[in-house]
């Protein structure tokens, strides 16, 4: 028969046991929050505030063009993007009434597959850094320059990227356009290099030029050379609260020039490039987004901008170059 004592010690000891299991459970529970919190990196969409809109158009003017006729698509869902490049070689003619129909000389289109490429801006502010300055907001600086110098580095790459293992990037505008390429040999550009290369484009391939992407250098010549005609006044709307002068093509049409300072000589010397912006596709994974909470051993937070993008010139015989243009002094 149990005695009371015996009881009162079994009871006692089942006690203990609950108390042992609760404190490991509130361990276990605690352990959890701590991975969940400290450990997992948190994304967060960069959003355009009007300063950043006019930043970003002054650094990159290329891309918010091309992102201004819906020609940057961030609705895509996969690593990898697929593009079908145009080879034309359709004809439209005139035929007897009871003529046979001829044969079609049948467009080709490619197919194209390109993986998405990473563009990151990392963002490193001490802890003592961020609590002892109460002047500006380090941190929300750093993002806003990372958000800046991400899209930069892509307008640069939309102009020239190499594409190649050892630069990460895709291939450029630069390096994918090869049909309509002058090289005017160190002269300076002239109106007849500009038309005749507008008539090539527009009469012999069918492209419809939106966009002159130059330097200063060569805006300079051009200054000179349309003042006469009153050519280089006149300025458009972008629908991006910019306004840019234009080039008056033979056919009438005022086509924008953007002046980009991420376009780099060719060869030692500047280029014009002229594009047709519905055969120029960017697509992103991710837009520009604020990446938290990474992994770190100092005192401090460690963020970084990223961006998934690639793109490609579905029709790159609708574009041209002229490069090799001197500085235009005699």
């Known amino acids: 028969m149990t005695t009371l004592q015996?009881?009162?010690?079994k009871v006692a000891s089942q006690n203990e046991q609950l108390n042992n299991l609760s404190k490991a459970y509130d361990n276990l529970q605690k352990d959890?929050?701590?991975?969940?919190?400290?450990?997992?990196?948190?994304?967060?969409?960069?959003?355009?505030?009007?300063?950043?809109?006019?930043?970003?158009?002054?650094?990159?003017?290329?891309?918010?063009?091309?992102?201004s006729k819906g020609r940057v698509d961030n609705s895509f869902n996969s690593v990898y993007a697929g593009f079908y490049i145009e080879n034309d070689n359709s004809l439209a003619m005139w035929i007897d009434e009871n003529e046979d129909i001829p044969a079609a000389n049948a467009s080709s289109y490619t197919e194209a597959m390109s993986k998405m490429k990473t563009l990151i801006h990392p963002i490193d502010v001490s802890l003592m850094a961020q609590m002892g300055n109460n002047?500006?907001?380090?941190?929300?600086?750093?993002?806003?320059?990372?958000f800046i110098k991400v899209t930069n580095q892509l307008d640069n790459t939309l102009l020239q990227g190499k594409g190649t293992a050892g630069t990460k990037d895709f291939e450029g505008f630069t390096k994918q356009v090869t049909s309509n390429v002058e090289d005017i040999s160190g002269e300076g550009i002239s109106e007849d290099a500009i038309d005749d290369m507008l008539t090539e484009i527009i009469d012999g391939n069918g492209g419809v030029v939106d966009c002159i992407v130059t330097t200063n250098n060569v805006a300079k010549q051009l200054k000179k050379i349309v003042a006469p005609?009153?050519?280089?006044?006149?300025?458009?709307?972008?629908?991006?609260?910019?306004?840019v002068t234009v080039y008056e093509a033979p056919n009438g049409a005022e086509i924008p020039i953007?002046?980009?300072?991420n376009l780099n000589q060719i060869s030692n010397k500047d280029?014009?490039?002229?594009?047709?912006?519905?055969?120029?596709?960017?697509?992103?994974?991710?837009?520009?987004?604020?990446?938290?909470n990474l992994p770190t051993n100092k005192l401090g937070t460690k963020n970084a901008v990223v961006s998934f993008a690639t793109a490609n010139n579905i029709g790159e015989f609708k574009n041209g170059i002229i490069k090799g243009i001197g500085d235009g002094e005699e």
């Open 229 to 243: 005609y009153r050519r280089y006044n006149d300025k458009v709307d972008l629908g991006l609260g910019h306004r």
């Open 32 to 67: 959890s929050r701590m991975m969940v919190t400290g450990d997992a990196p948190v994304s967060t969409q960069i959003q355009y505030t009007p300063e950043l809109k006019s930043k970003v158009f002054e650094r990159a003017p290329f891309f918010r063009f091309l992102e």
């Open 258 to 261: 953007l002046i980009d300072s």
């Open 6 to 9: 015996e009881l009162e010690a």
């Open 271 to 292: 280029a014009m490039l002229f594009a047709d912006s519905s055969t120029i596709e960017v697509k992103r994974l991710l837009a520009p987004t604020l990446m938290t």
């Open 135 to 146: 002047a500006i907001d380090i941190l929300a600086r750093e993002i806003d320059k990372g």
